[in-house]
């Protein structure tokens, strides 16, 4: 999770990992069941990657959870990531500013 003043940032990894959770999966069944390398099912959990449309078909077929669902939601994460960064590089040139006064 990323933050600003106004905006709150939630990769789909976060709801992703609160899903394995839930449902008492272990990290290593849910990556049996994506046949994904490890590393890569670790950084969708960090948000560190974007979630694909293929990595959407993988989801729903080991989650049940629809595609369009992931996609929906990567593509609102990455547009609220594009406010939180914008908003906090503002408030850091404004700081910024008053400091050289």
Do not use: H
Not at 45 to 72: K, M, V, Y
Request: net charge negative; glycine share 4%; charged share 30%.
């Amino acid at each position: 999770m990323i933050k600003s003043r106004t905006y709150i940032a939630v990769p789909p990894g976060e709801t992703l990992a609160e899903q394995l959770e839930n449902r008492g999966m272990s990290l290593k069944d849910f990556v049996d069941s994506m046949d994904m390398p490890e590393n890569t099912i670790e950084d969708l959990l960090r948000g560190d990657i974007q979630l694909t449309p293929s990595i959407a078909s993988r989801l729903e077929i080991a989650l049940g959870i629809p595609a369009s669902f992931w996609l929906n939601y990567e593509s609102l994460y990455r547009d609220t990531l594009s406010k939180v960064n914008e908003e906090n590089s503002f408030d850091s040139d404004i700081e910024t500013v008053k400091k050289s006064r």
